[in-house]
């Protein structure tokens, strides 16, 4: 398990939370910035340990989601019932990142253990998002399960790549951190 102060975590949720409200919906300028949600929560669970980050986490989401299609405009294409199936589909990348999180050893192996849970995390997560919109927001006439494969092989790659690209940017952070942190330590050691 990653060991982290309390005010590391502090930091690193604050920083999460700043980075799914600018890049989910299209209130802040920055359009070329894929959304940063799935990679959120993701990485919620393997750094912070307190278990109500989630359901912080999904009020942020939720409460974005309203405000970019507006109170008035409640009855947008992605806000049906079906919403509340982002519930166990982002529980499913927050748990894998918790899993993660009790495997992972500050060593190369990290890596191989890192990236199929990172990808199964992830596909679990678009079968109950992608799937669960297809068949309970009623906006498809006669929802099959070849229709449902279809749209997971469509939006898996595209979500799944931005999964990576925001997990490997924590990585080379994280990296980046602990080398600092033993290169200080080795200096005043030496001293």
């Known amino acids: 398990m990653l060991n982290l102060s309390r005010t590391t975590q502090l930091y690193i949720g604050i920083a999460l939370m700043a980075l799914m409200a600018m890049t989910r919906g299209s209130h802040f300028p920055l359009h070329n910035l894929p959304s940063a949600s799935w990679a959120v929560f993701f990485l919620a669970g393997v750094l912070l340990r307190p278990k109500w980050v989630f359901p912080l986490l999904f009020a942020e989401a939720t409460i974005i989601d309203v405000l970019s299609v507006g109170w008035i405009n409640a009855g947008h294409h992605c806000m049906t019932v079906a919403y509340w199936m982002l519930v166990p589909a982002y529980a499913a990348l927050w748990f894998g990142g918790r899993l993660y999180a009790g495997w992972h ?79 200080m330590s080795n200096k005043s050691h030496q001293a």
């Open 105 to 183: 050893r500050d060593q190369a192996g990290s890596l191989a253990v890192l990236v199929p849970v990172m990808a199964l995390s992830a596909l679990v997560c678009n079968v109950l998002s992608s799937g669960g919109f297809y068949f309970f927001s009623g906006r498809y006439e006669a929802p099959t399960v070849a229709g449902m494969v279809e749209r997971i092989g469509h939006y898996y790659p595209q979500y799944l790549s931005s999964l990576a690209l925001y997990v490997g940017i924590a990585v080379v952070l994280y990296v980046g951190a602990r080398s600092a942190q033993l290169l």
